[in-house]
C-alpha cells in the first residue's frame, strides 16, 4: 500500500511548541497534552469522492491519521459503525430527526477499539514494545486486543468494580490486568507510577496523542454517511472527553481542507451522570478547566471519571461549537436502557443511554427545537454489562414447565 498519511508534526495548542514526528513523546513539556498535526494544505487536493472506494474500517481516512507506513496498521475491523434512525423513540421523545450512530458494532464491543487501533499502529511503527494504561474499563479490554495482535506486551490497571467483562477480556487477551479499589484516577496515580519505574509507554487518556486521532473517524464517517452535512447537534456520553475533543478536531480538518463548509458545524453537547458530573458543573459556572468530583458514583462506568486531563480543550471545544453540556440521574439512564431496548430493538450500553435520556432536559432548556439533526454517539454494546437490565425484565420471562 502506498504511503499517503499527511501527517507532519506533534503540536501543542497551549505553548504552540512543536515535536518531531518520530520523536517518543507522552505529553508537552509545558505539561499539555499534544495533537498531530497534518499538512491541510496538501490536504486541500484530497477528493473525498476516493473515500467511497476506501477501505470498510476506520482506515479509509489514512491521509488524516498518524501511521506513515501501512505496513503497520493493526485493524479488527473497528469503524463504519451503523447509523440508525431512531424514528420511534424520536416521535416519543419530540425530535423529527433523532439518528444514533452505533459504536456497539466495534470489534471489542464500543468505540475504544478506534483510539486502540491508531495508538497501537503508531506504537508498533515507533518501536514501541511494552504500552501501559489505567481505564474505566473498555478501552483496557480494546488496548488489550491490538496489543495482542501486534505483539506488543501491554499492562492495564482498572477499578476492582470495572465490568467483569472488562476485567476479564483484558486477561484473556493476553493483558496484564491489574485491579484497584478506587476510580480510574486512582488508578492513573498508580500506572504513572509504574511506567515511570519499568519505562513503558503510558498510553492513558491523552498521555499520548494518538489514541484521540482514532476517535476523529467518528465525525469523519458521520459526514460522509450524511453526504457532508452534518448534523446539527451531536450529544457525546463524556467521561475523559476523547470523543468530543477528537470529533471537533476532525470537523476543524474537515472544514480546513473543504470536506465541510465553515457553517455546517455541529453543536457538541457532552452528557454526564448526576453522580459525576465534573464537565457539566465546570462549564455551567464558566470555569476554563474541570475540577475534581468528589465521590463519583454512576451505574454507567465509563463516565464515571471525576477529572479528566483534556478538561481546558473539552470546555473550549464544546463552548466554540456552542453546544453544552448536561447532567443526568442515573434513574433515568437505567430507564431509557429498556425503553430503547423495547422501542427500537437495540440493546445500549448505560453511557449511550445517557446521551439519549439527556434530550428531554435538552427540549426543556429550550436548547433542542423539533425539526434539528439530533445524532447521538452510542459509545458500547449494552451486551458487556447485563447487569443493566433490571429484575423486572427477569420477571417478565415465561417459564414453561415441562
Ligand atoms: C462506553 C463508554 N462510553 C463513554 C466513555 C467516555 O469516553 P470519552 O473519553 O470519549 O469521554 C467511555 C470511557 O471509558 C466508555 O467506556
Ligand atoms: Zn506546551
Redo the contacts with the bound molecule.
Keep these: 500500500m502506498k504511503k499517503v498519511s499527511l501527517f507532519k508534526e506533534l503540536f501543542c495548542p497551549d505553548c504552540n511548541r512543536t515535536y518531531n514526528k518520530d520523536e517518543i513523546v507522552n505529553m508537552c513539556s509545558c505539561g499539555s497534552l499534544l495533537f498531530a498535526g497534518y499538512d491541510l494544505q496538501q490536504g486541500r487536493n484530497l477528493k473525498k469522492e476516493t473515500l467511497e472506494r476506501g477501505q470498510n474500517n476506520q482506515w479509509r481516512y489514512r491521509e488524516l491519521l498518524p501511521v506513515i507506513d501501512p505496513d503497520s496498521i493493526i485493524s479488527l475491523g473497528e469503524g463504519c459503525t451503523p447509523l440508525l434512525e431512531l424514528n420511534k423513540l424520536g416521535y416519543d421523545l419530540g425530535i423529527k430527526n433523532l439518528l444514533l450512530k452505533d ?1 456497539g458494532f466495534n470489534p471489542t464491543g ?3 477499539d478506534r483510539g486502540a487501533s491508531c495508538g497501537i499502529s503508531r506504537a508498533r511503527e515507533l518501536g514501541i514494545e511494552t504500552v501501559c494504561m489505567a ?5 483496557g479490554g480494546a488496548w488489550a486486543a491490538y496489543s495482542a495482535r501486534a505483539g506488543i506486551e501491554f499492562h492495564v490497571i482498572m477499578p476492582e468494580d470495572a465490568l467483569l467483562m ?1 476485567k476479564n477480556e483484558s486477561n484473556v487477551r493476553g493483558g496484564n490486568t491489574y485491579t484497584i479499589e478506587g476510580l ?1 484516577t486512582d488508578a492513573g496515580a498508580v500506572m504513572g507510577e509504574m511506567a515511570r519505574e519499568n519505562g513503558w509507554f503510558e498510553v492513558s ?1 491523552f498521555k499520548e496523542p494518538y489514541r484521540v486521532e482514532g ?1 476523529k473517524t467518528i465525525g469523519f464517517e458521520i459526514a460522509q454517511e450524511m453526504n457532508w452535512e452534518m448534523p446539527d447537534v451531536i450529544i ?11 470529533i471537533w478536531k476532525g470537523v476543524q480538518e474537515m472544514v480546513e481542507i473543504g470536506w465541510l463548509s465553515r457553517d455546517n458545524k455541529p453543536r457538541m453537547v ?1 452528557v454526564q451522570s448526576t453522580g459525576c458530573a465534573p464537565v457539566v458543573r465546570a462549564f455551567q459556572e464558566g470555569k476554563e478547566d474541570v475540577d475534581y468530583w468528589n465521590d463519583a458514583r454512576t451505574i ?6 471525576p477529572r ?1 486531563l ?1 478538561g481546558k480543550w ?1 470546555l473550549k471545544f464544546i463552548r466554540e461549537s456552542g453546544g453544552t453540556a448536561v447532567a443526568v440521574p442515573d434513574s433515568e439512564i437505567q430507564e431509557m436502557v429498556e425503553r430503547t431496548a423495547k422501542k427500537e430493538g437495540l440493546l445500549l ?4 443511554a445517557a446521551g439519549l435520556a439527556a434530550i428531554p432536559r435538552l427540549m426543556e432548556m429550550g436548547y433542542l427545537a423539533i425539526d434539528e439533526r439530533v445524532l447521538v ?1 452510542n ?2 454494546s449494552g451486551l ?1 454489562n447485563p447487569i443493566l437490565l433490571t429484575s423486572e425484565s427477569q420477571f417478565m420471562l415465561k417459564s414453561i414447565k415441562n
Design positions: 459504536e464500543s468505540f475504544k481505564t474505566a474499563g473498555n478501552a472488562n480510574i487518556t476517535k457525546c456520553p463524556t467521561g475523559g472527553g476523547v470523543a468530543i475533543i477528537g457532552a454507567a462506568g465509563g463516565i464515571r471519571v479528566t483534556g473539552l450500553c448505560a453511557e449511550g454517539l459509545t458500547g458487556k
